[in-house]
């Protein structure tokens, strides 16, 4: 048996604040036995550009990890994980909640190294996040990207971006177990599309 989607409800308690696969829930309960979609909660996300040793150094005592600068590498900080955009750029990705604290202790950082070029802007509203994992999820995703997905080509601790179905994404592997297989794919999507992309992945699993 299929095992259900988990996505989430917009929250209650008047926050504004609003899962953008909350309408899917009752339009799909479930993929195929071989695949398997969960939404990453709300997470922070911080897009950080700048440059230069003094940079590179504050941004590293307040992430409590070096930024990576071998392309399309993640590293892991203090609660955060660190995605290499390109040479003057990452993403941060953290509890939701974090981002305006993580983001005024880099500025204060910055400040304090005397650095003047370095930018934080709080995207944490623009991208949907989710997993997909399970025996399937390779076949399911050569269906929709034209990359070489296969764990020996693109390893965990990899990203890139690419077009899925012709939508514009960021696919980051992380290691998996052997509940959920030896990798699992973080998606991360602009909202807009994120419903479509939603239901062009349940529409590949039709006849697995």
């Known amino acids: 048996m299929a095992e259900p989607l988990r ?16 309408d899917l829930c009752d339009l799909l309960p ?11 909660p709300f997470p922070g996300q911080l897009l950080l550009r700048g440059q230069g040793a003094a940079f590179l150094k504050a941004a590293q005592e307040v992430l409590g990890a070096a930024l990576p600068t071998t392309p399309l590498t993640v590293a892991s900080g203090e609660r955060c994980e660190i995605l290499w955009m390109n040479p003057e750029s990452w993403l941060i990705l953290l509890t939701g909640g974090q ?6 202790r880099l500025q204060q950082a910055f400040g ?5 070029t370095a930018v934080v802007i709080d995207q944490s509203d623009s991208r949907a996040v989710f997993h997909l994992y399970g025996p399937k999820v390779h076949d399911l ?10 764990p020996s080509v693109m390893p965990p601790g990899r990203v890139t971006r690419t077009l899925f179905a012709e939508v514009p994404i960021l ?3 992380l ?19 994120a419903q479509f992309l939603v239901q062009w992945l349940a529409q590949g699993c039709e006849g697995y």
């Open 112 to 116: 304090a190294a005397g650095v003047r």
């Open 175 to 193: 290691a998996g177990d052997d509940r959920v297989g030896p990798v699992v794919y973080r998606v991360m999507v602009e909202n807009s599309y």
């Open 141 to 150: 995703l050569a269906k929709g990207c034209s990359l070489d997905l296969h």
């Open 99 to 104: 981002e305006d604290v993580v983001a005024r």
């Open 30 to 40: 479930d993929l195929a036995p071989g695949v398997r979609l969960d939404e990453m």
């Open 7 to 22: 996505f989430l409800q917009p929250p209650q308690g008047g926050l504004d604040r609003h899962s953008a696969l909350g």
């Open 171 to 173: 696919l980051q592997t």
